[in-house]
């Protein structure tokens, strides 16, 4: 490693090479710890990418992939290793608003391209609790979810074009700008989700949307389970396609972020079964109210909600995201594990009971907080039982019975080190090949993130701690 640190010294700049403690210090977020770099390199153009990979791979050192260290399954784990931020590649290179794109470097943070789209009258719909930190390589990197996948879907669905620098220092240039191009494999989607273990995104181009003239948002409370989907589906046919988000709200996260010490306030009285907050993105600000108020009146005509508050102001739209937001307010069951989950609708009720009678029958004391996006099968479980030990006892029993209802141990958060062991309860050994053999092709060295989504054992990885 100290002949690669004097190599990159030479390359980018002492200054753009961290060591020591400046590389320790680098090792932590907001959000988790991610180990203790040897070094971190901090290039500032895509040939000094590829330039940091040609030398890694040469000296045999593990690079991984650094964006706004956002995720929660420890895919950018970097102990030992060379950490590879995207710090200084983050412009925003071109916002085209007749083709209604843009590109960008994926050092960008999600916010900064997000309002750089609106200034242009343009929207980039992504939306998560990390948007202020996160960046857009990250979110590629994930397949990041959000929000608003119920009209505007993941993240792969808004990635038109990338340029990937490949772990032999490769530049592969991708960056379509088109909607339609059929010309043979799209190798877009070789990066997207794939948590930097094939290449290292380092531009993007991006599709856009008009941006939305109306923004209708709703708080229901909801009679039971068995209303949620019927209501889900009432207001999708009511409200034409521009229904956009379908946030639930399970009752003990719902007192979590309403009760002292959160900052939040009931917006509709405690004791419902569960809480929904709806939101509609429109075009006709004269119509899309009275059209919203229509179909929260039909809903809950039919039964599927009983009653209900519609924001009538932004400050009143923000109380109500306020509440979905703090998601922190979970750690006061802790010590705790946080789950991403996603299953078919017509499976929650009977996997989340088996889910938390398991817990219960282990540890009495056990509590579980769910809340998820749920019109596109999202769940979030956060458990906790009082003994931060029991961590991977709580995995089996959360992960297990996905199995059988063909749910998925990762809905938008990646695989990383974390759901290593689960993985084969959602794919099949001959996808699990598929995998191993597309990532020996593009890395044979196993020099991008080793150890990450799974491991090989029979063969080379660059030197890091796993």
């Known amino acids: 490693m100290d002949t690669l640190v004097t190599k990159l010294e030479a390359l980018l700049g002492a200054d753009a090479v961290l060591t020591g403690d400046a590389a320790k210090e680098r090792g932590f977020s907001l959000w988790t710890r991610v180990g203790a770099p040897r070094a971190v390199a901090r290039p ?86 990390a948007r202020g930190s996160a960046t857009i390589g990250g979110v590629i990197s994930t397949n990041a979810g959000g929000n608003r996948v119920l009209r505007y879907g993941m993240m792969r669905d808004m990635v038109l074009g990338l340029e990937v620098v490949l772990a032999d220092g490769t530049v592969v240039n991708a960056l379509n700008h088109l909607i339609k191009n059929n010309t043979g494999f799209d190798l877009k989607h070789l990066f997207i989700g794939t948590e930097g273990t094939m290449g290292v995104c380092t531009r993007a181009v991006l599709r856009l949307r008009p941006e939305p003239a109306s923004r209708e948002t709703g708080f229901l409370a909801v009679p039971a389970f068995a209303a949620l989907p019927r209501l889900l589906r009432s207001l999708e046919a009511d409200l034409g396609g521009a229904l956009a988000a379908f946030e639930v709200m399970w009752p003990e996260f719902y007192e979590l972020v309403t009760t002292e010490p959160a900052k939040g306030r009931p917006i509709l009285p405690h004791g419902s079964p569960f809480y929904v907050l709806t939101e509609m993105l429109g075009a006709d600000t004269a119509e899309d109210a009275p059209r919203f108020e229509r179909a929260v009146t039909r809903a809950f005509e039919a039964g599927w909600i009983t009653d209900a508050v519609i924001a009538k102001s932004g400050p009143e739209r923000e109380q109500m995201w306020g509440l979905r937001d703090d998601v922190g307010q979970t750690a006061r069951n802790g010590p705790i594990v ?129």
């Open 338 to 466: 946080a789950f991403d989950v996603s299953l078919p609708l017509a499976g929650m009720e009977t996997y989340l009971a088996e889910v938390r009678a398991a817990l219960t029958k282990r540890w009495s004391n056990a509590a579980l907080t769910v809340f998820g996006h749920l019109g596109d099968g999202n769940l979030h479980l956060v458990a906790g039982v009082g003994d931060a030990s029991a961590r991977h006892d709580i995995e089996d029993l959360v992960y297990a019975p996905l199995k059988a209802c063909h749910g998925s141990v990762s809905a938008e958060h990646g695989i990383g080190l974390q759901k290593r062991a689960y993985l084969a309860l959602s794919r099949s050994p001959e996808e699990l090949a598929v995998m191993r053999l597309i990532k020996r092709s593009l890395d044979p060295t196993n020099t991008l993130n080793p150890g990450k989504i799974f491991e090989f054992e029979d063969e080379p990885r660059a030197a890091a701690a796993q």
């Open 44 to 129: 500032r153009t895509t040939a000094e990418v590829a330039g940091v990979l040609k030398l890694a791979r040469a000296e045999g050192v593990a690079v991984v992939p650094w964006g706004g260290l956002t995720g929660l399954v420890s895919g950018t784990a970097a102990e030992g290793a060379l950490a590879l931020s995207m710090e200084r590649l983050n412009a925003i290179e071109d916002i085209d608003p007749l083709q209604g794109t843009m590109t960008v470097q994926t050092g960008c943070v999600l916010a900064k391209a997000c309002e750089a789209a609106e200034a242009k009258g343009l929207f980039l719909p992504l939306d998560l609790g």
